[in-house]
């Protein structure tokens, strides 16, 4: 780490392996059981998603993941009363809302702060009365940021999945992928443009979010190709990284993954 820049924290989000189980419904592979490699390899914290779905990680899991996690948890989950309610009980060192939809692949955008103020702050007071820390995940734009520190969160994690797409978008290599299809309909010129764009807005968001207060994380598509410039923004000192982690897992081993990507988060 260079002299003078703030540190970068690496959360793995373990839900993928999660998900490999569910493929065949059986107890293998167990997510707990990366909780010592991810910590030994370097990990500042886990972070998991229990969806109101539960289509990878499920209530035990989360259980067992947080009573015996020897880093922080970050617990993602929605607005749902009955998930805030199971939140409450299982007591993670920190809660991120997000929006949860049952037909997407995985989270598409940020919270609607302005739209769902009054069920966001419901959640977020009952959730403060288990003195959960709170964190919002939401697009980068100032009024999102604004609006989460009305809500008082003491996070914002920024979405940063339109930057990921475009930078796919620009450097796919893959001539059959649908980013490459997708990027046939831009010029390189236009593809550049745009993902400066996206890059500026996670910048400008997490400067502003820093004004005013707020701990500022960023997450969702963040991969090793794309991670660097992300880490570039002093005002992030939190990211949190799942799918790419667990896929390289497969090839090289989880710790190894874990190593690579964490080398990439000094700044």
Known sequence: MLAGKPKID?????????????????????????????????????????????????DNDAYRIIASSPIPVNLECSIDSE????VC?????????????????????????SGSYQEILNSINILKESEIEISLFIDPTAQAVEMSKKLGAQWVELHTGTYAN???????????????I????????????????AYEAIRNAAEHAQRLGLKVAAGHGLNYQNVTQITSID???????GQSIIARSVFTGLSRAVLDMKELCKR
């Open 89 to 113: 009980s299982l007591k993670p060192h920190r809660a991120t809302l997000v929006p949860e939809k049952r037909a997407e692949v995985t989270t598409e955008g940020g919270l609607d702060v």
């Open 166 to 180: 475009l930078y796919a978008m620009r450097h796919s290599a893959l001539p059959h992928s649908h980013h490459a």
């Open 83 to 86: 998930i805030i309610s199971i």
């Open 10 to 58: 690496l959360g793995v989000n373990i839900d993928h392996i999660a998900v490999l189980r569910e493929a065949r419904k059986i107890n293998d592979p167990d997510p707990i059981m990366a909780l010592g490699i991810c910590t030994q390899a370097g990990a500042d914290q886990i972070t998991i998603h229990l969806r109101e779905d539960r289509r990878h990680i499920h």
């Open 235 to 241: 005002a992030i000192t939190e990211l949190n990284i």
């Open 182 to 197: 997708e990027s046939l309909r831009l010029s390189p010129h236009e593809l550049d443009a745009r993902l400066l764009e």
